[in-house]
């Protein structure tokens, strides 16, 4: 199995400021990553798909990169709504997800 | 609007079964592989199945292998999970997704498994 390692686990900021998520995988994955964001009580939102594809209708502040085993998610200015839970995952081989990122406000 | 609705689930006694189904709308589901995902309370996502778009191929995280299974009804444009001899750690809030071209583009609201006596 794929083992997916977040970091940080919590992450305080403040609004207008730029955070970096970063994602590792237990073995090479390629680009098969994608970044979700999670608020309570919802499904996850896909974000970014194959490492640094951003999905349609998300703000352009969001972008994701790295290849093979490290992969980092940015948010260029954070805004209000960003304010939520990052999961990174892999979809390589079958499915499975990093223990999230808590984006907290500072 | 593209959507995936997902039903059945509810509270159940350790070693008794449900069947969840997830209902779609707005697109075929034939035309695409469809995954579960389960979250318990608290915690991050986890993969439980997916099953490619025409059924004959399924696979299962290793938790739930021999007591799980993942079907579909392309004629209802629906899926299912049956979950049998359920255990207090499957807990969980269950999500069906769609696999695109563009990763997991889209979930369901999710359904509320609970296994306690």
């Known amino acids: 199995d794929i083992q997916m390692t977040q970091s940080p686990s919590t992450l305080s900021a403040s609004v207008g400021d730029r955070v970096t998520i970063t994602c590792r995988a237990s073995q090479s994955i390629d680009s098969w990553l994608a970044w979700y964001q999670q608020k309570p009580g919802k499904a996850p939102k896909l974000l970014i798909y194959k490492a640094s594809s951003l999905e349609s209708g998300v703000p352009s502040r969001f972008s994701g990169s790295g290849s093979g085993t490290e992969f980092t998610l940015t948010i260029s200015s954070l805004q209000p709504d960003d304010f939520a839970t990052y999961y990174c995952q892999q979809y390589d081989i079958y499915s499975s997800f990093g223990q999230g990122t808590k984006l907290e406000i500072k | 609007e593209v959507q995936l609705v997902e039903s059945g689930g509810g509270l159940v006694q350790p070693g008794g079964s449900l069947r969840l189904s997830c209902a779609a709308s707005g697109f075929s589901l034939r035309s695409f592989w469809i995954h579960w995902v389960r979250q318990a309370p608290g915690k991050g996502p986890v993969w439980v199945s997916r099953?490619?778009?025409?059924?004959?191929?399924?696979t299962y995280a290793d938790s739930v292998k021999g007591r799980f299974t993942i079907s579909r009804d392309n004629a209802k444009n629906t899926l299912y999970l049956q979950l049998n001899s359920l255990r207090a750690e499957d807990t969980a809030v269950y999500y069906c997704?769609?696999?695109?071209?563009?990763?997991?583009?889209?979930w369901g609201q999710g359904t509320m498994v609970t296994v306690a006596s």
């Open positions: 997704t769609r696999a695109g071209l563009h990763a997991f583009d889209v």
């Open positions: 099953v490619n778009s025409d059924g004959s191929t399924t």
